[in-house]
């Protein structure tokens, strides 16, 4: 079985300070992996996905995420944040052998003006 | 538009009153789901459906039906709804072919049981 973990709930950071965002998951297969944001009262969209390749990915709003397959990490940065930037963000993975989606608590960033 | 519908976007009803969320997708998805959002909890599985009259459990089926009739339909029904069952929830479709591992979701359906 898989199982994702955002190891912080809420993140505080200063408006155009850099920020990360944790995740790790466990997987028995191989997986692929997803990053979610929600802003407030809204549905979800994806930020940015990995499937194979360059272990580096880049996607909307200037966020990007590694990931590390020795250390079962997808993390998420973004080198300046901005108010916009306040939303919730899910990790998410699903077993290349199905469609199963697992996901993550969520982390809520916050940005201090 | 490719896209997935949700119908309502908000529902208060009162205990045991039977209702249906609606959620229909363009794209010619096999799969389609149901998740529900719980503050802290994130995003947990209802119910799941892999093509036409197939469908199975997820984590949290307990209080729910669904069918799959047709391909591009997936109600979830609620036979006697409960206060637990005040959720926010979202139905999304998905499609393996030429590489695509996206999941596409609905704008979500805010359920209030009271």
């Known amino acids: 079985a898989q199982s994702v973990t955002q190891l912080d709930s809420q993140v505080p950071v200063f408006e155009e300070a850099p920020v990360e965002l944790r995740c790790n998951y466990s997987?028995?297969?191989?997986?692929?992996l997803f990053w979610y944001v929600q802003y407030p009262n809204q549905g979800l969209q994806l930020l940015l996905k990995?499937?194979?390749?360059s272990t580096l990915v880049k996607g909307i709003n200037g966020f990007e995420a590694e990931f590390n397959k020795s250390q079962t990490s997808f993390h998420l940065r973004k080198p300046s944040v901005h108010i916009s930037d306040t939303a919730e963000y899910f990790c998410?993975?699903?077993?290349?052998?199905?469609?199963?989606?697992?996901w993550g608590a969520g982390t809520k960033l916050i940005i201090k003006p | 538009e490719a896209q997935v519908t949700q119908n309502p976007r908000y529902l208060i009803t009162v205990t045991g009153k039977k209702l249906t969320v609606t959620c229909s997708q363009n794209m010619n998805h096999e799969y389609m789901s149901w998740y529900r959002q719980d503050p802290g909890l994130g995003l947990r599985q209802i119910y799941y459906s892999m093509n036409v009259e197939v469908t199975d459990k997820g984590d949290v089926p307990e209080g729910y039906k669904v069918s799959r009739k047709e391909k591009r339909n997936f109600p979830l029904i609620l036979e006697s709804p409960s206060p637990n069952q005040t959720s926010l929830y979202f139905c999304?479709?998905?499609?393996?072919?030429?590489?695509?591992?996206?999941?596409?979701f609905g704008s979500g359906t805010r359920l209030t049981v009271v």
């Open positions: 997987s028995s297969v191989s997986v692929y």
């Open positions: 999304a479709s998905s499609s393996r072919g030429q590489g695509n591992y996206g999941y596409t």
């Open positions: 998410a993975v699903t077993p290349d052998s199905n469609y199963q989606l697992i």
């Open positions: 990995y499937l194979s390749g």
